[in-house]
């Protein structure tokens, strides 16, 4: 190892490090409140986990557990309950509608031409969602990646739009 992937790697331990400490006083302190079983206990703390690591990483959610005295299950729950809450380290979310509408315009071929565009690129790239309906029928089919909203989408749009993130 030459001095630079030296420093890198020693730059890259201390950072995990201080993440573990940051972890731990998140847990600890919302451990020992008064109501550290109640849900705005719970998703308090998830929220700034997620803040932390930029998703809940399944390795802490049984220490959490225990910490707030709750079993895993329930946090897995509302880790699941809440959509703003990430179970694994993605760069984006796509949404790809599959209401009546969307349906008859051909949401089906979006969401296959999705999943062929994304097949290439890094794990954890993206996630996709489909969800019944985006509320724009007008613009049909619809996809979003992330909060941007792109209608009357053609499956030979797909590649070109997710090319953008």
């Known amino acids: 190892m030459n001095d630079m992937d030296r420093n890198e790697f020693r730059m890259q331990m201390e950072e995990e490090e ?5 972890w731990q006083e998140i847990v600890d302190y919302y451990g020992g409140q008064k109501d550290a079983k109640s849900q705005d ?3 308090e703390m998830l929220r700034e986990v997620q803040e932390l690591y930029g998703y809940i990483p399944s390795e802490k959610t049984g220490a959490m557990a225990d910490a707030l005295g709750v079993k ?3 946090l897995l729950q ?9 179970k694994a380290p993605y760069g984006h ?13 051909g949401s089906a071929e979006v969401f296959e031409a999705v999943l062929k565009a994304v097949e290439t690129r890094e794990s954890g790239a993206f996630k996709i969602v489909m ?7 007008k613009t049909a089919p619809n996809l979003m990646v992330d909060s941007d909203s792109y209608g009357h989408v053609k499956p030979e749009e797909v590649a070109a739009i997710l090319s953008k993130y």
């Open 18 to 22: 201080q993440k573990e400490r940051q």
């Open 41 to 43: 206990n719970i998703v």
């Open 72 to 74: 895993q299950t329930l």
């Open 78 to 86: 509302l880790i699941k309950l809440y959509p703003s809450f990430k």
């Open 93 to 105: 979310c796509i949404t790809v509608c599959t209401g009546a509408r969307c349906g008859s315009e």
């Open 131 to 137: 969800k019944e309906c985006l509320k724009q029928c």
